[in-house]
């Protein structure tokens, strides 16, 4: 199985996005057809227009995939931007993307909705995620729920071209990240960017332990046992907790008589502990930024090879070649 998975570089990364989705990725790598992941800064351009906070996003999304344990030797990164041949496999899409079926994509849906002006980029999204997928002959694409309706219409895109023109793509699948592992935010909610909730893979660990001590928690008196299943601290918790460390906690939560400053500092303790050898390897990657655009170059190199053979099918398969 060939794997591909684009991560939109919109600012850093948070725990939700290191356990619901990148070590997921990063479990993926081995796959014997090769696995591709890159860093679809085309897409971030549709929100992000500030060209020094764009390319700076992007590098460090490079560094932290790097440092979370990405390894070179086992997957292609690049970014999205390197590969023009996307975006020309983007164009040949387009000519056959009916409007209805973008018009119904949430992207576009939800910011129109509320009254936003939509650019003809976020429009078509959906399309430029269709080549990023088909490009490559993916068979599978981890993603999140909310994904899911973007691999359909690259699977609708896919089914109609080949049909019109004859074999041409590969038919790709959507893997569901496990959504078990949705991740708590400071408040308890789903951790979020847009819900200003989140704790940060390389927060540094000074501000980290302060973020997490100032957390809201229930006023229940101590006293009192609580379920852990519900609480959001324990939740955290166990993320980083093996399973004995994770049992004894459980037991103090339902024995009571337990103040949540306690929780606060094993978790702080378990997450700078979890991250203390990916902080370190990013320490060495930031000091050689030279390795990085090299390990990009390289990734772009073996991207290209595979996505100029796809779309000169495509480009034969509908008499433009
Ligand atoms: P955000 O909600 O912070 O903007 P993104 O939408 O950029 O995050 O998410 C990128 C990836 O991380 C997606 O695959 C998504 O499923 C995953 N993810 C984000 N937040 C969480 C969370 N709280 N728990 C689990 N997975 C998450
Ligand atoms: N749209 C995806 C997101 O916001 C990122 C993405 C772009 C992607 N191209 C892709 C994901 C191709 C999987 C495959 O998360």
Request: charged residues 25%; contains cysteine; hydrophobic residues 40%.
């Amino acid at each position: 199985m060939r794997v591909l998975s684009g991560i939109q570089p919109t600012g850093r990364f948070h725990w939700g996005n290191y356990f619901g989705a990148i070590r997921q990725y990063i479990e993926l790598q081995g796959e014997p057809e090769g696995a591709y992941y890159f860093l679809a800064n085309l897409h971030a351009l549709t929100t992000v227009r500030n060209r020094d906070v764009l390319a700076q996003n992007t590098f460090d999304a490079a560094v932290d995939l790097l440092a979370l344990g990405l390894d070179p030797n086992r997957a292609t990164l690049f970014q999205q931007s390197d590969v023009p041949e996307v975006s020309e496999l983007c164009w040949l899409l387009m000519t056959g993307a009916p409007m209805g079926l973008l018009e119904r994509c949430h992207a576009y849906k939800d910011k129109t909705a509320k009254g936003l002006p939509a650019s003809a980029g976020l429009f078509a999204y959906p399309v430029l995620m269709a080549a990023d997928i088909l490009a490559f002959d993916s068979d599978w694409v981890p993603v999140g729920e909310d994904q899911v309706q973007h691999i359909e219409v690259c699977r609708d895109l896919a089914a109609s071209f080949n049909h019109h023109f004859g074999e041409t793509f590969v038919m790709p699948k959507a893997k569901l990240l496990d959504s078990s592992a949705r991740v708590p935010g400071t408040d308890g909610e789903k951790m979020s960017k847009s819900y200003g909730n989140t704790l940060d893979v390389f927060e540094e660990p000074k501000t980290l332990r302060k973020q997490i001590m100032r957390m809201v928690t229930d006023s229940r008196p101590m006293e009192q046992p609580k379920p852990p299943e519900t609480d959001h601290l324990f939740l955290l918790f166990s993320l980083f907790a093996d399973d004995r460390r994770r049992e004894e906690m459980a037991a103090m939560y339902r024995r009571g008589g337990f103040g949540y400053g306690e929780v606060k500092k094993a978790l702080a303790d378990a997450a700078v502990e979890y991250f203390a050898e990916a902080r370190d390897r990013r320490h060495e990657l930031e000091s050689r930024p030279e390795r990085v655009r090299e390990i990009l170059g390289d990734g772009a190199a073996t991207a290209r090879k595979k996505a100029a053979e796809v779309l000169l099918r495509a480009q034969r398969a509908c008499g433009v070649k």
